[in-house]
């Protein structure tokens, strides 16, 4: 089965800093990966998906993730920080046949003015 | 328009009682979810239905009853609630082929006493 491991629960950073959220899969074969985006009070918003079309994903509001097989990671960026993107990030996969996602758990995004 | 709509936002209740959440999609979709957030954040699949017809069904214990009338709406009965059931629950959308990417409501939290 996939799986998903957000390494750190909480990432603070100033506003126009860089973001780095990191996360780590397992599967036995090509995933598909997302990054999801909830923000206060809100519903969840698909930022990114990879589904190996190509390592480089570009998805809203300047993020982006790189599929690294050989570290098995997925790791979200952003050059630089802005107060809107505080949030709770999820790195998130498919599960095996089904149209399921498996959900990792989660990384605060805090943003210091 | 609210694309993915549940009813009611809040909901506080005594052990015991029963009460629903409704939901609905203006977005055509034929793939309706219920996924339950924990205090934690995790995040967790609890059913889908694919065009009124029960996909996933996930280990819920048998108190908690999906309903969906017609492909729009997905409905979500507890019965003889535990204080365990406190969480938020949200439901989503996904148009067919399931390319990952999830529609979701802003969420009902359910607060049992």
């Known amino acids: 089965a996939q799986s998903v491991t957000q390494l750190d629960s909480h990432v603070s950073v100033s506003e126009g800093t860089p973001v780095l959220l990191r996360c780590n899969y397992s599967?036995?074969?090509?995933?598909?990966l997302f990054w999801y985006v909830q923000h206060p009070n809100k519903g969840l918003q698909l930022l990114l998906k990879y589904t190996s079309a190509a390592t480089l994903v570009k998805g809203i509001n300047g993020f982006e993730a790189e599929f690294k097989k050989s570290e098995t990671s997925f790791h979200l960026t952003k050059p630089s920080a802005h107060m809107s993107d505080a949030a709770e990030y999820f790195c998130?996969?498919?599960?095996?046949?089904?149209?399921?996602?498996?959900f990792g758990s989660g990384t605060r995004l805090q943003v210091q003015p | 328009d609210t694309a993915v709509s549940q009813t009611p936002k809040y909901l506080v209740t005594q052990m015991g009682n029963d009460k629903s959440i409704k939901c609905e999609q203006n977005?055509?979709?034929?793939?309706m979810y219920w996924y339950k957030q924990d205090s934690k954040k995790f995040l967790k699949i609890m059913f889908s239905?694919?065009?009124?017809?029960?996909?996933i069904n996930e280990t819920v214990p048998n108190r908690f009853s999906p309903k969906s009338p017609d492909k729009a709406h997905l409905n979500l009965h507890i019965n003889s609630l535990e204080l365990g059931d406190s969480a938020v629950y949200f439901c989503?959308?996904?148009?067919?082929?399931?390319?990952?990417?999830?529609?979701f409501g802003e969420g009902s939290r359910l607060t049992v006493l």
């Open positions: 998130v996969t498919q599960g095996t046949g089904r149209r399921a996602l498996t």
């Open positions: 239905y694919n065009n009124k017809e029960l996909i």
């Open positions: 989503a959308s996904s148009q067919e082929g399931f390319t990952g990417e999830l529609f």
């Open positions: 599967s036995s074969y090509s995933p598909s």
């Open positions: 977005l055509g979709h034929d793939t």
